[in-house]
C-alpha cells in the first residue's frame, strides 16, 4: 500500500487511521528557495552538530527568516483540517535540519522519560492530538532521503509494529504527522531506492563500509547523497487542539529546546506572535512561565 496523497477536507478522518499525510504542492518554488537560503546563511555560522548533520531547536526564534512558514495561511489550513477544528494552538516547537541522519522513534518524549512530553501514556487517549508539519525543501520521489513513517504506530508504544512507507514528497509538499507515530529519516550515507540489483550491490558495499571505517563514513559518505537529494534541508514545527494534552508537550518540549538551543527567551517574537492571532492561532507561550523553561 503506497503512502496517502492527501488534499481533500477529510484529512483528519487519515490521521486518526494512520497518523500521516501528504499534502501536495502545498508551498511554491519560490517559497522553497526563500527557505533553502535562509537556512544556508544561518547554517553558515550557527547551529548546533547533532545526527551527523546541523540542526538548531527553537528555531522560530532562533532563526527570524524562516518563522513565516508556522502561520503560512496553506499550511494553517492543512493543520486544521488535520485536527477536524478550527481552534488550533501552536506548541512553539519549531527545530531545522540539515544533512541529519536519524533512527526509528517517536517524537512524544517517551523513549527519554517515562510519560514523555505528556507527563503521562497517551497511545490509548483520543483527546491527544498533537501533529507536527515536516517541511522537506529538496525532492524525494526517487530516494530515500526523506520520512519513512510506521502506519498506525501512534496507538502502540512499540517502535517496530506497523507497515514501513517511505513517503515519497517532493520540495512544495508538507506531510502532518501524529508526533506519536514511529518515524525516522535517512539512516544512511548513500540513499539509493533499492529497485535493482546493481543498486542493492552498491549499498550494501557502503553499509560494509560504514561498518568498518565508521568514522570516514559519517564524515564523507554524507557527502555523496548531494548528488541524488541536493543538500538536505527540513523544518518541523507542531501544533495541537487546545487543551491540556498540547499545553503539557508544549511547556516540556519547549524547555528541552530552550536547554539545547542556550536560548535565553522563550517567547516568541512580537511580530510572529502577532501575525498568529491575526490568524486565529492560539499560542501555547501564553501558559509558559520562567520556572517551566529552567530561567
Same mark, same amino acid.
Given at each position: 500500500m503506497s503512502a496517502l496523497e492527501v488534499s481533500e477536507p477529510d484529512l483528519d478522518v487519515h490521521l486518526l487511521q494512520d497518523g500521516f499525510a501528504i499534502e501536495r504542492g502545498v508551498l511554491s518554488a519560490e517559497e522553497i528557495q526563500r527557505l533553502r537560503i535562509s537556512l544556508k546563511a544561518y547554517f553558515r555560522l550557527e547551529g548546533k552538530q547533532n545526527f /551527523? =548533520?546541523?540542526?538548531?531547536?527553537?528555531?522560530? &526564534?532562533k532563526i527570524p527568516d524562516i518563522s513565516w512558514i508556522c502561520y503560512h495561511d496553506k499550511i494553517l489550513d492543512g493543520v486544521r483540517r488535520s485536527l477536524g477544528t478550527a481552534d488550533i494552538m501552536f506548541t512553539s516547537h519549531c527545530d531545522a535540519h540539515v544533512r541529519t541522519l536519524a533512527q526509528w522513534h517517536? +517524537?512524544? =518524549?517517551?523513549?527519554?522519560?517515562? =510519560?514523555?512530553?505528556?507527563?503521562?501514556?497517551?497511545? +490509548? &487517549?483520543? +483527546? #491527544?492530538?498533537? /501533529?507536527?508539519?515536516?517541511?522537506?525543501?529538496?525532492?524525494h520521489r526517487h530516494n530515500r532521503s526523506g520520512l519513512t513513517v510506521r502506519r498506525g504506530s501512534h496507538r502502540r508504544a512499540s517502535l517496530v509494529e506497523g507497515e514501513s512507507v517511505c513517503l515519497d514528497t517532493a520540495a512544495g509538499d508538507i506531510v502532518i504527522f501524529d508526533v506519536r507515530l514511529t518515524h525516522r529519516g535517512q539512516t544512511a550515507s548513500l540513499p539509493i531506492r533499492m529497485a535493482k540489483r546493481s543498486l542493492n550491490s552498491l549499498q550494501s558495499a557502503f553499509s560494509k563500509l560504514e561498518?568498518? @571505517?565508521?568514522? /570516514?563514513? $559519517?564524515?564523507?559518505l554524507p557527502n555523496l547523497? @548531494?548528488?541524488?537529494?541536493g543538500?538536505?534541508?527540513a523544518i518541523f514545527f507542531t501544533f495541537g487542539l487546545p487543551n491540556t494534552f498540547t499545553q503539557n508537550f508544549a511547556i516540556a518540549n519547549m524547555a528541552r529546546q530552550c536547554r539545547e538551543?542556550? #536560548?535565553?527567551? @522563550?517567547?516568541?517574537?512580537? +511580530?510572529?506572535? $502577532?501575525?498568529?492571532?491575526?490568524?486565529?492561532?492560539?499560542?501555547?507561550?501564553?501558559? @509558559?512561565?520562567?520556572? $517551566?523553561? =529552567?530561567?
Open positions: /551527523y =548533520g546541523v540542526t538548531q531547536s527553537n528555531a522560530a &526564534i517517536k +517524537d512524544d =518524549g517517551e523513549s527519554s522519560n517515562p =510519560g514523555g512530553y505528556f507527563g503521562q501514556t497517551t497511545y +490509548d &487517549i483520543p +483527546d #491527544c492530538r498533537v /501533529y507536527k508539519v515536516a517541511v522537506y525543501l529538496q525532492d561498518s568498518y @571505517f565508521p568514522f /570516514y563514513s $559519517q564524515a564523507k547523497s @548531494f548528488h541524488q537529494a543538500e538536505r534541508m538551543s542556550g #536560548c535565553e527567551n @522563550f517567547l516568541l517574537p512580537p +511580530d510572529v506572535r $502577532q501575525a498568529f492571532l491575526q490568524k486565529g492561532v492560539l499560542l501555547a507561550e501564553d501558559v @509558559f512561565t520562567a520556572s $517551566q523553561m =529552567g530561567f
